[in-house]
């Protein structure tokens, strides 16, 4: 009998492994709640024309890697309903907020969202084809102030903050501008005009793209390339002043926030969603695939799906890329419990579980031992575990007095009971009761 395995291109999550996604998780959360951002949650799966009007059919997502089938009919007069697994979820957001009449507030919606979207793509490191994103949206009537650039520093800097506090350093911020719905309709006009001669000397893809969709040869990561997109006419250069004063206005805000950032004249993203702002952080520890996240403005999307006039801008984060690249600033550490409980003989087993439920009530994570193990047994499991032993023997449970070892000082230290929670959550340097 064949032995059955994880689909290609998905795969499961084990520990230690889930630890980190869920610090990132929850790190996230904490970043949005004090941004004012609250969580949406929107179906896995959509209706097919979601994407084709929203995303663009003429993008790789919608034209090669969504995965599409046909829903059964729940009556003869019907006609099967085209469904897809969501490829992204900013559509689905958007059309939540037509759909529940969020505009009607007269309030900008900040929403957020983290879970699995689907591309069937070549799957590779970091890319699979059920994949987690963390993302968010600011949309809402341009009364509200939907369209101001400083809702895009905004965004910005809460990125910034946010891989700050996730311990990403070295990231670097590439902005760009598209301009308005027309200038990106002069601009795609420019770039297939200039690739008519220049296309037959690319790779397959991009000798596609400059028919369908232009904008997408800037995206290539073919090497050979490199040296023709780089002679090609830059989206600057068809901008009109309005979409110059907002881009000007968003890297003063971010100048005076002291947010760094790099502006990337290739940097257009092939979705036709996008207008004006476009930008991704990017890492070098991720090697050729470098970008983090991305995302930009997209204040024509709601009425593409026949919503009202909704500007917005968002974002999305995928999380393997997040995880490999903490992975790698960590050296794929494994986490650590604060300490192991190591009762010494199997009659103090007890009361080893009732010294590691007070310290675990406390917040700290601790991994218990076995009585029934020797000393040296106990020392070598917990070395593989945690950042501490604490030593419950006979004596220490009748003097109150534990015995703690530090792995990383190397030191022994007599700690009462009564303040073995606060000693074991402190820093290991600096600590007195030797």
């Given at each position: 009998m064949t032995t059955l395995k994880a689909v290609r291109g998905t795969r499961d999550l084990l520990p230690p492994e889930t630890a980190l996604w869920n610090r990132i998780e929850t790190v996230a959360r904490s970043v949005f709640a004090r941004y004012n951002f609250g969580e949406i949650r929107t179906p896995v799966f959509e209706d097919t024309a979601l994407f084709a009007r929203g995303v663009g059919e003429e993008t790789d997502i919608v034209s090669k890697e969504m995965y599409t089938w046909e829903d059964r009919a729940r009556a003869q007069s019907e006609k099967p309903q085209s469904l897809t697994l969501r490829p992204e979820n900013t559509a689905g957001v958007v059309r939540a907020y037509i759909e529940h009449n969020l505009g009607q507030t007269g309030e900008l919606q900040k929403l957020y969202y983290i879970g699995p979207q689907f591309r069937r793509e070549r799957p590779q490191k970091g890319r699979y084809r059920q994949f987690s994103q963390i993302g968010a949206e600011v949309i809402g009537p341009a009364s509200a102030g939907s369209e101001s650039p400083l809702r895009d520093a905004e965004v910005l800097e809460m990125l910034a903050t946010l891989l700050d506090e996730l311990g990403i350093t070295?990231?670097?911020?590439?902005?760009?501008?598209?301009?308005?719905?027309?200038?990106?309709?002069?601009?795609?006009?420019?770039?297939?005009?200039?690739?008519?001669?220049?296309?037959?000397?690319?790779?397959?893809?991009?000798?596609?793209?400059?028919?369908?969709?232009?904008?997408?040869?800037?995206?290539?990561?073919?090497?050979?390339?490199?040296?023709?997109?780089?002679?090609?006419?830059?989206?600057?250069?068809?901008?009109?002043?309005?979409?110059?004063?907002?881009?000007?206005?968003?890297?003063?805000?971010?100048?005076?926030?002291?947010?760094?950032?790099?502006?990337?004249?290739?940097?257009?993203?092939?979705?036709?969603?996008?207008?004006?702002?476009?930008?991704?952080?990017?890492?070098?520890?991720?090697?050729?695939?470098?970008?983090?996240?991305?995302?930009?403005?997209?204040?024509?999307?709601?009425?593409?799906?026949?919503?009202?006039?909704?500007?917005?801008?968002?974002?999305?984060?995928?999380?393997?890329?997040?995880?490999?690249?903490?992975?790698?600033?960590?050296?794929?550490?494994?986490?650590?419990?604060?300490?192991?409980?190591?009762?010494?003989?199997?009659?103090?087993?007890?009361?080893?579980?009732a010294l590691a439920r007070e310290l675990r009530r406390a917040g700290l994570t601790v991994e218990l031992g076995e009585g029934g193990f020797r000393l040296k047994k106990s020392f070598d499991a917990a070395d593989k575990t945690a950042r501490r032993i604490v030593i419950l023997g006979e004596d220490e449970l009748q003097s109150g007095i534990l015995t703690v070892k530090d792995f990383a000082t190397s030191t022994q230290t007599k700690v009462p009971r009564a303040e073995l929670a606060a000693f074991l959550a402190a820093p290991a340097e600096g600590k007195g009761h030797k």
């Open positions: 070295g990231w670097t911020l590439h902005i760009n501008s598209v301009g308005s719905a027309a200038d990106r309709v002069r601009y795609n006009e420019t770039l297939r005009e200039a690739l008519v001669p220049l296309a037959p000397k690319m790779c397959v893809d991009c000798q596609r793209r400059a028919v369908t969709n232009p904008l997408r040869v800037l995206d290539c990561k073919v090497p050979e390339d490199q040296p023709i997109i780089d002679t090609l006419p830059r989206i600057a250069d068809s901008l009109d002043e309005a979409s110059l004063a907002h881009f000007a206005a968003v890297t003063a805000a971010l100048d005076a926030a002291g947010v760094p950032y790099t502006r990337n004249h290739r940097l257009v993203r092939g979705l036709d969603y996008y207008t004006r702002t476009t930008f991704e952080f990017t890492h070098g520890g991720l090697g050729a695939q470098n970008a983090l996240l991305g995302g930009g403005r997209y204040d024509g999307l709601s009425e593409a799906i026949g919503g009202p006039k909704a500007p917005g801008i968002g974002f999305a984060m995928g999380e393997d890329r997040l995880v490999l690249t903490l992975q790698a600033l960590e050296a794929a550490a494994p986490p650590r419990a604060d300490a192991y409980v190591a009762p010494l003989g199997e009659s103090l087993n007890p009361a080893a579980l």
